[in-house]
């Protein structure tokens, strides 16, 4: 009898444990967007040698002086671009971003002038400029060729698998006038107009050019499972994942980036494992984060420290720091006089 009464206990057991692990593992499995502000750090990027989780949104990202990208939503990792060095603020090559869902902009004035600026300038073509709509693209630009001639492509671009972006050209115009209707002397085709040897980023093959953005464009370097790309004017549109659905939930928040785990310098800092979030204090559309200037933008934020030992910065946008303002250090000299009163700009808490 007694027997009886302990097989059916062990049974039970049993299977309330398999509905706790059950359940436990089911919410561990689900990434929540509502949680990404908490300030616990993630225990899972304690070593040295993980990565750092990244959340973003509404992020002005300057990657270097003539590019500039429009981060909507982000969320990924921050991974080391060498094995023994850590990812720095100070070395934007130190690190890729590699993006699990995002949606991503870049100004296709913005992509114009960089075109013009980088290797694709030193091929048979200058002068570059973009536009289209959609999946339709129209590149202009003089093509040096016994004289300079203006000339445009007409194509389609889309979503590769492999993370590139293919533009199909379906028209080459030379003075408005299709390559067919030419003088046979011309002999046009694309590798005429880009040469892609020594340009990292670009390349062609029939009717095609193949552009890569994470060697391409400056740092720091972007990854991910591109979904879709598009023209929404007056931008360029990426989509990493199933991003638009996460741009939705997240469009009330404040503009932000946050960092979770592994291990980041910045300055003369080195913070493990990383527990920081940077806050947009303006009150406009983006949060103008330069990686180039990103000192002047912590010394006039104001930082507070969190019970788990994180960092919170409230910072302005580089454009709105007064140019004239100057950025003091609490001198010796007040450190040696108890009874003089504490710097202007130094709150009291």
């Known amino acids: 009898m007694r027997l009886r009464l302990v097989v059916p206990a062990v049974v039970v057991v049993v299977l309330l444990a398999w509905a706790i692990w059950h359940f436990r593992s089911t919410k561990n499995a689900t990434v929540s967007t509502d949680s990404i502000i908490s300030s616990k ?4 990027a ?9 959340y973003a949104h509404n992020l002005m990202l300057r990657k270097g002086p003539d590019f500039r990208v429009y981060v909507r939503w982000l969320r990924g990792q921050m991974t080391r671009a060498h094995q023994n060095v850590n990812p720095s603020f100070d070395d934007p090559d130190s690190f890729f971003l590699d993006i699990k869902t995002g949606v991503l902009r870049a100004n296709v004035g913005d992509l114009s002038h960089y075109l013009n600026t980088s290797g694709v300038a030193n091929s048979a073509l200058s002068n570059i400029s973009l536009s289209g709509n959609g999946d339709q693209v129209k590149l202009h630009g003089t093509l040096h060729k016994i004289v300079p001639l203006p000339i445009e492509m007409t194509g389609t671009i889309a979503a590769l698998p492999d993370n590139r972006i293919r533009m199909r050209v379906t028209k080459i115009s030379v003075m408005k006038i299709p390559v067919k209707g030419l003088l046979n002397g011309f002999h046009i085709g694309i590798s005429d107009i880009i040469h892609p040897a020594g340009i990292s980023g670009i390349q062609v093959s029939g009717n095609d050019i193949f552009f890569d953005p994470e060697k391409l464009l400056p740092p720091p370097h972007i990854r991910g499972q591109l979904s879709s790309v598009r023209i929404v004017n007056p931008d360029f549109e990426e989509i990493y994942g199933n991003g638009k659905n996460d741009v939705a939930r997240v469009e009330q928040w404040r503009n932000f980036l946050r960092l979770r785990g592994g291990t980041l310098d910045f300055g003369k800092l080195s913070m493990h494992p990383v527990d920081l979030i940077m806050i947009d204090v303006s009150s406009d559309a983006w949060f103008d984060l330069d990686l180039t200037h990103y000192q002047t933008q912590l010394v006039n934020g104001y930082t507070r420290m ?9 910072m302005p946008d580089l454009s709105q720091i007064p140019q004239n303002k100057a950025n003091r250090n609490i001198s010796i000299q007040w450190l040696k006089n108890r009874n003089a009163p504490p710097p202007a700009d130094v709150v009291s808490k």
Not at 41 to 44: G, L, Q, R, Y
Not at 46 to 54: L, N, P
Not at 306 to 314: H, K, N, S, W
């Open 46 to 54: 304690g070593s040295s040698g993980s990565a750092t989780e990244v």
């Open 41 to 44: 750090p993630a225990t899972a």
């Open 306 to 314: 969190t019970p788990d030992a994180g960092l919170q910065i409230f």
